[in-house]
């Protein structure tokens, strides 16, 4: 039996298990690699809005700390100007990290100044949830998470949902 549950558009659900991911589904989307370069299972991308179209949208990696248009991880090895998968949601055992702030389970994660790599961040620009320490003072690791980014495309990213002040409602119009 597939591990594939379904595929929506560009938008791929696949069971736990796969990949040796046995907590939960995770969800992938199908993207075009815009970075300038191939990317590799565990790097972190961002939206390419520039290069992004309704048919299909691009990513692009970043050297900018807790940027907000994360759009995921790769899920697979995906060449320069080529189209493959990046997970968006669930479990992932593959992230790449960065532990000069020393990462502990459960801190929330972020882009760091190295592109391709996630690094502990006070909440802004969180798109994971560390399920495993790593405190070496380096690029290398390669950690257990959570991914939990839930823009589900370039438009989404960096919105936030609205807030209202007190409403007046006055009048004496019987219902």
Not at 14 to 23: A, E, H, P, V
Not at 89 to 96: A, Q
Not at 106 to 128: P, R, S, V, Y
Request: aromatic content about 8%; some cysteine; overall charge negative.
């Amino acid at each position: 039996m597939s591990k594939r549950v379904a595929i929506s558009g560009r938008m791929e659900y696949l069971r736990g298990g796969d990949q040796g991911n046995i907590s939960a589904p995770v969800v992938l989307r199908e993207v075009y690699n815009n970075s300038g370069g191939a990317l590799v299972r565990g790097d972190v991308v961002v939206w390419d809005h520039a290069n992004s179209t309704v048919d299909l949208l691009a990513v692009k990696t970043t050297t900018t700390a807790q940027d907000p248009d994360v759009a995921g991880v790769c899920y697979e090895a995906i060449a320069s100007t080529g189209i493959g998968y990046i997970q968006i949601e669930g479990p992932f055992k593959f992230l790449k990290a960065n532990g000069t702030t020393d990462i502990a389970a459960g801190d929330k994660l972020a882009t760091f100044t190295t592109a391709k790599i996630a690094a502990k961040t006070t909440g802004q620009g969180a798109f994971a949830v560390a399920y495993e320490a790593y405190t070496t003072d380096d690029s290398s690791g390669v950690i257990d998470a959570w991914i939990a980014n839930t823009t589900m495309g370039p438009a989404a990213s960096g919105i936030t949902s609205p807030t209202f002040a007190a409403i007046t409602i006055s009048g004496t119009n019987a219902i």
